[in-house]
Structures are given as structure tokens and as C-alpha cells.
């Protein structure tokens, strides 16, 4: 499922050490379903996201229904710049990728992980990264939870799978993760499997709450908060400082929005002492 299945070659441990900066306090995530199953100037939308992506540089980036033709965009304008890895295998036509930047404080430690759930009927997986930020041990996942309504249980055992990895990461090895994607999700989903656990906080809450940064989808009439950033802070350490909403601004001259989804832009930042968040 690695990275020749994603036509990226492998790094070695040399440089890992040479991509990584001196060390940053913080670093950033971008978590954005970039809507390329729709091909109203999909590739004019996908050059957009890409010149968001150089602007403002993030660490790490969750795509979601990245589709051939947008993944060849993404490859040529941001390949450069970005380690990008995807499932390989599979057999959906569209699907989600991870990318981490090169040179970032946040640096690939090991192969990235891919895990299909058992009971899909859409080809959804779970996409998982181990990285090292500052000394620190973190775990970037992502996903597109299953979508249609009927599927909603579906979409709340890959949820709960979700955070059960999250919780065994703290419990056995006390190492943070990161979780986010286009989740599907309803609130009534979440308070029927009890919510996240202890150890997972929900970065748009906890950041707080801002009802201008809520609602993701749809763009045209956003009513539903279905794109989420989740993390658990294993030592208490980890905190998000800004969770922000992109993609609000419409393409001149094209009259269209980059997606049907906004993005969400966060920042995280290592603590010195635990924070109680």
C-alpha cells in the first residue's frame, strides 16, 4: 500500500534528518474535500486549492475525494514540495490522500499505514502516519467515513474504529494522534456511539466554538458540521491555537467556489507544561 503504489519514491532515515527545519513550536494542518467528483472546472478549482496550499504552507494535508485527474494536479504542482501518499489499491474511483511537507518539523518516522474497514461497501479505509514534531511522537490519520444516509452504522463502526486506534495509541505507547476527514457525520451518530473518548477532544470546540468557523458543508447553504479535526493530547502537551474555515472565497472569473466543502485550516502547538483543554 506505500509509496510506490503513489509513484513517490522511498526516503531514507538521512533524509528525514535533512528535510526537517529547526525546530518550529507549532505546525499547521489543512483537512479539505476538495470535490473533484463534481468536473465543473475541476481542474481551475484543483489549481486554486493548489496555489492555497503554496500560500500558506502547511505541515500536514488531508484531501478527500481526490479523483485521477485532480491527483495528477496535485502530484505536478505540489509533489515538489509535499511527501503524498494514497491507498494504491484501491478500487474506488475517487478516494483520500495524506501529504506531509518537505522540510516541515514534522517528520515521517515510519511507513505509512493503511487500513481498509471490514464492513464498507464504498471502499473506505483509514490512512495513518507516524511522525516525530520537536521529540514528540505524533500520529496523523484520515479518512472519508461511508456517506450515504442509510449507511449510518455503518459510518459509526469505521467512526468508533477511528477512536479506539486514538485511545490505544495514549494508552500503550502515550503517543498524540491527529484525526480528521470529511467524517459524515450527524450529531445524533456521535451521542449514539458516547461520544469521543476521554483522551479525544474535538480541535473546532476547544478552539471555541466560533459559530463563523462550524458549519462545512454544504457551501452553498453550509447547515452541517461534517468535516471534523479531532486529537488526543496524550501528555496534555498538544493544543490547538486557531481552527479556521477556507475556501469561502468564490473563483473570478469562473463564479464557483473550490469545493462544496470548506476547509479547515488548524494549528497546533507543543506546550510546555500539560494544558487542561
Same mark, same amino acid.
Given at each position: 500500500?506505500?509509496?510506490?503504489?503513489?509513484?513517490?519514491?522511498?526516503?531514507?532515515?538521512?533524509?528525514?534528518?535533512?528535510?526537517?527545519?529547526?525546530?518550529? =513550536?507549532?505546525?499547521?494542518?489543512?483537512?479539505?474535500?476538495?470535490?473533484?467528483?463534481?468536473?465543473?472546472?475541476?481542474?481551475?478549482?484543483?489549481?486554486?486549492?493548489?496555489?492555497?496550499?503554496?500560500?500558506?504552507?502547511?505541515?500536514? *494535508?488531508?484531501?478527500?475525494?481526490?479523483?485521477?485527474?485532480?491527483?495528477?494536479?496535485?502530484?505536478?504542482?505540489?509533489?515538489?514540495?509535499?511527501?503524498?501518499?494514497?491507498?494504491?489499491?484501491?478500487?474506488?474511483?475517487?478516494?483520500?490522500?495524506?501529504?506531509?511537507?518537505?522540510?516541515?518539523?514534522? *517528520?515521517?518516522?515510519?511507513?505509512?499505514?493503511?487500513?481498509?474497514?471490514?464492513?464498507?461497501?464504498?471502499?473506505?479505509?483509514?490512512?495513518?502516519?507516524?511522525?516525530?514534531?520537536?521529540?514528540?511522537?505524533?500520529?496523523?490519520?484520515?479518512?472519508?467515513?461511508?456517506?450515504?444516509?442509510?449507511?449510518?452504522?455503518?459510518?459509526?463502526?469505521?467512526?468508533?474504529?477511528?477512536?479506539?486506534?486514538?485511545?490505544?495509541?495514549?494508552?500503550?505507547?502515550?503517543?498524540?494522534?491527529?484525526?480528521?476527514?470529511?467524517?459524515?457525520?450527524?450529531?445524533?451518530?456521535?451521542?449514539?456511539?458516547?461520544?469521543?473518548?476521554?483522551?479525544?477532544?474535538?480541535?473546532?470546540?476547544?478552539?471555541?466554538?466560533?459559530?463563523?468557523?462550524?458549519?462545512?458543508?454544504?457551501?452553498?447553504?453550509?447547515? =452541517?458540521?461534517?468535516?471534523?479535526?479531532?486529537?488526543?493530547?496524550?501528555?496534555?502537551?498538544?493544543?490547538?491555537?486557531?481552527?479556521?474555515?477556507?475556501?469561502?472565497?468564490?473563483?473570478?472569473?469562473?463564479?464557483?467556489?473550490?469545493?462544496?466543502?470548506?476547509?479547515?485550516?488548524?494549528?497546533?502547538?507543543?506546550?510546555?507544561?500539560?494544558?487542561?483543554?
Amino acid at each position: 500500500f506505500f509509496l510506490k503504489r503513489c509513484g513517490v519514491r522511498p526516503y531514507s532515515m538521512g533524509q528525514k534528518q535533512s528535510m526537517q527545519e529547526s525546530e518550529s =513550536k507549532g505546525f499547521s494542518l489543512l483537512c479539505w474535500n476538495i470535490f473533484g467528483l463534481d468536473s465543473t472546472y475541476v481542474a481551475e478549482r484543483t489549481h486554486a486549492i493548489c496555489e492555497f496550499v503554496h500560500d500558506k504552507k502547511p505541515d500536514v *494535508v488531508f484531501f478527500q475525494e481526490v479523483v485521477r485527474s485532480t491527483w495528477d494536479i496535485l502530484a505536478g504542482e505540489l509533489g515538489k514540495d509535499y511527501l503524498m501518499y494514497r491507498n494504491g489499491s484501491v478500487k474506488s474511483h475517487y478516494y483520500h490522500n495524506l501529504m506531509v511537507r518537505k522540510g516541515s518539523s514534522v *517528520v515521517p518516522v515510519e511507513d505509512i499505514t493503511v487500513e481498509p474497514f471490514t464492513g464498507t461497501g464504498q471502499g473506505r479505509h483509514l490512512l495513518r502516519i507516524k511522525t516525530a514534531f520537536n521529540g514528540t511522537r505524533v500520529n496523523f490519520m484520515t479518512s472519508h467515513l461511508e456517506s450515504l444516509p442509510t449507511d449510518r452504522d455503518e459510518r459509526k463502526a469505521q467512526l468508533k474504529r477511528c477512536f479506539a486506534i486514538m485511545r490505544d495509541l495514549d494508552k500503550t505507547s502515550s503517543e498524540t494522534s491527529v484525526f480528521g476527514g470529511d467524517l459524515n457525520l450527524a450529531e445524533s451518530e456521535l451521542a449514539e456511539i458516547g461520544g469521543p473518548p476521554r483522551i479525544v477532544r474535538d480541535a473546532w470546540e476547544v478552539c471555541g466554538s466560533d459559530a463563523n468557523n462550524e458549519f462545512t458543508w454544504h457551501t452553498s447553504h453550509p447547515t =452541517k458540521r461534517i468535516d471534523r479535526v479531532y486529537y488526543s493530547p496524550s501528555n496534555g502537551r498538544l493544543q490547538p491555537v486557531s481552527f479556521e474555515l477556507v475556501g469561502k472565497d468564490v473563483l473570478a472569473p469562473y463564479g464557483v467556489l473550490p469545493s462544496d466543502h470548506f476547509g479547515a485550516l488548524v494549528t497546533f502547538e507543543i506546550k510546555r507544561e500539560p494544558v487542561n483543554n
